[in-house]
Structure formats: C-alpha cells, structure tokens
C-alpha cells in the first residue's frame, strides 16, 4: 500500500524566505504525486502534479516541486514567502487500485511572519 | 471551472440521529470519493464509487455508508451518528487522472 509521509506538522517563515516542505512517499507502482493547498475553512485546491513527465513541476503562485526517484522524495518549494501562503498542505500519491485514488500526507501548516 | 457542492457547510446533529451529507459534481466526472480530515491526522478516505450504484470502501468505512443513484451525486449517509463522528467531511470527483477536485467540507458536529 502506498503511505506518504510529511516531516514536519508545523513550519515557520519570515515573509521573503524560502518555503520548503517536505514530503517522502513509498510507492509498489510509478506514482503520481500531488501537493495541494487548503485555506482555512475551505476545500483542498490542486498546486501542482507529477506524472512522470518532467521531474521539476511548476505550480500554481510561484510554488514548484522535485520527484527524486532515488529519495522517494518530492518536497514542495517557494523562493519568496508571502503572507498570503500561510495554509495547510497536503502531499499525495496515487493508489495501487489505479490512478483514481489518492492516499494523502497528514499535512504541514505553514506559518508565515512578518 | 469544475464545482463541488456540499450542501451543508455546517451541522449540528445529536448521538443516534441518521445523518446524510450531500454533494453534487457538475463535471461529468466517473469518480467521486468522501473523506474524513482530523487534525494531525490529514484526509482519510471513507468511500468512493467509479460508477452510477457502485461503490468501494476505502480505509475507514465504519460507521458509514453512501448512495450513488445519479452521476453526478454521492450522498455519504451516518446511520446512526456518534459523537467520534465529529469531523470535517470532505467530498472530491475525479476522472482518471489521478486529480481530485475537492467541495469546501462539511463540519459535523454531534453531541
């Protein structure tokens, strides 16, 4: 079964540093990998995906991750924080039972200062 | 723009009360899914359905079931809600792309 750790429940920044969070998945199959955001009090909003394609993907505001086959790691990064990033984000990884189903990260919030 | 509808943002249920939340997809979409999100826990998947009256149990079904009668509706139903229900619900529709489309959640409470 596919499991996707997430190091890390809480990280915090200062408005302009770089963002990075990190997420490691074991996986039987080539994965997809995915790193969404939610708002508080709101749905989960896709940043980005990897399907096997190119190993840097680029995402929505800014935000890019790296699949490193060889680290089963795909982290989640920013090079300029903003106050606006301050959420919760989820990795995931699709499911053996075919690409459908996702198992997800417990989750990291960030925490954005001034 | 794909739209996930809950009906209900918030409710307020009592320890025994039938409990049926409610969500709508307006994409066409073959899959739909209910998880459950806990602090600290992250989303666990409750059930899901590839198809019109079928469905799968996904890691916790306990407690729950759902209902598929039309496409573009996935009812998850508490037949008789407890107080470890408490929880954010959160339904998603997909096609086979791996990419969910998530509603905003529905808070339950139950006393």
């Known amino acids: 079964a596919q499991s996707v750790t997430q190091l890390g429940s809480h990280v915090s920044v200062s408005e302009g540093a770089l963002v990075l969070l990190r997420c490691n998945y074991s996986?039987?199959?080539?994965?997809?990998l995915f790193w969404y955001v939610q708002y508080p009090n709101q749905g989960l909003q896709l940043l980005l995906k990897y399907t096997s394609a190119a190993t840097l993907v680029k995402g929505i505001n800014g935000f890019e991750a790296e699949f490193k086959k060889s680290e089963t790691s795909f982290h989640l990064t920013k090079p300029s924080a903003h106050m606006s990033d301050a959420a919760e984000y989820f990795c995931a990884v699709s499911g053996d039972s075919g690409y459908s189903t996702l198992t997800f990260g417990k989750g990291t919030m960030l925490l954005v200062s001034p | 723009d794909v739209k996930v509808t809950q009906s209900s943002r918030y409710l307020v249920k009592r320890t025994g009360e039938k409990v049926f939340l409610e969500c709508v997809q307006d994409m066409d979409h073959e899959n739909m899914f209910w998880y459950r999100q806990d602090p600290g826990l992250g989303l666990r998947l409750i059930y899901f359905?590839?198809?019109?009256?079928?469905?799968e149990k996904g890691d916790i079904p306990e407690g729950y079931s759902v209902s598929r009668e039309k496409k573009e509706r996935f009812s998850l139903i508490l037949e008789s809600a407890s107080t470890n229900q408490t929880s954010m619900y959160l339904c998603?529709?997909?096609?086979?792309?791996?990419?969910?489309?998530f509603g905003e959640g529905s808070r339950l409470t139950v006393l």
């Open positions: 998603a529709s997909s096609e086979n792309t791996g990419e969910l489309f």
């Open positions: 359905s590839y198809d019109v009256k079928m469905k």
């Open positions: 996986s039987s199959v080539p994965p997809y």
